[in-house]
């Protein structure tokens, strides 16, 4: 006896069948709907991307701007510690300075009349008044040229000293009459600091307690013009014959050009090119007009070791 029934067999083939085709079936709408999901996920995947990028720069740019930050702090903190130091080396040179100069102008006097008239040098000394206005222009024109402005010390004239003696192989004083009064009756011929801050100090000084009249005088009283003289009421006998009160305008111009330098300018050639020059800014600077100043160039000159 079968334990199978055939009819009861056909049917359970049948349903197995039946599922198998069913799942068969079923089996790619599962497919299509499995890549349906993928590409909605691939659909999707670009949007994150793009958004991880903009995320991404965002934090790269922050962190860009940190560093940029950062660094204009340590710029700033940097810039601070050297104007603290600045500061400090300024005080520091301020207060040294200070005591340099004030150890310079120790025992330093009063400058005025009376102490410049117990230095004197010249054995032939001359009142303003006998000097003629000619001389003293001439010396003003090429010697200080701002004389009649300044204070005493003429600040221009120091820095382009100071320019050109550092810039060129010569030397260019800038020292003013007044310093020049001081160097010549009060200190001494020493190229030190501390020998210019004692001029300065003197000049200033000088200014303060005299006329610009009376500071002229006892320049032009106490020069050296060479051959043993000292002073224009000595210098004009021995290159013209004559008293200072006596000077024409091309004499005086020549006189006033030796002081400069007397070893060279003592020779009359040389002496009547440092005139014209002389001349020159005299009319340049409004002293003498032009007529006076065609005469001047014209007139003769000659020395007193020259005339026979």
Sequence with gaps: MSYYNDDQNKIRRRKVSTNVE?????KPNNLDGRSKVNNINREKIPVDRSKAISEGSKKSTSRKQRKVENRKKSARALSKKLLV???????????????FILTALKGSERVDMALLESKYISSEVVSNDQIPKYLKDAVVSIEDERFYKHNGVDE????????HNVLSNSTQG???????????LLTDDDKTIKRKIRDIYNATSMDKNMTKDDILGVYLNNIYLGKSSY???KGSK???????????????AMLAGI???PAR??????AKRRQETILYKMNELGYINDVEYKNALSEEVPFKSEIK
């Design 265 to 270: 300018y003592s020779e009359h050639r040389e």
């Design 238 to 252: 021995v290159y013209f014959g004559k008293n200072v009160s006596e000077l024409s305008l091309a004499q005086c």
């Design 259 to 261: 002081t400069n330098n």
């Design 85 to 99: 130091l600045m500061l400090v080396v300024l005080v520091l040179t301020s207060a040294v300075g200070s005591v």
């Design 231 to 233: 002073g224009v009421g």
């Design 174 to 184: 800038g020292s003013t009459i007044e310093m020049q009064i001081s160097k010549n």
């Design 22 to 26: 069913h799942a068969q079936i079923s």
């Design 156 to 163: 221009i004239s120091l820095l382009r000293s100071v320019v």
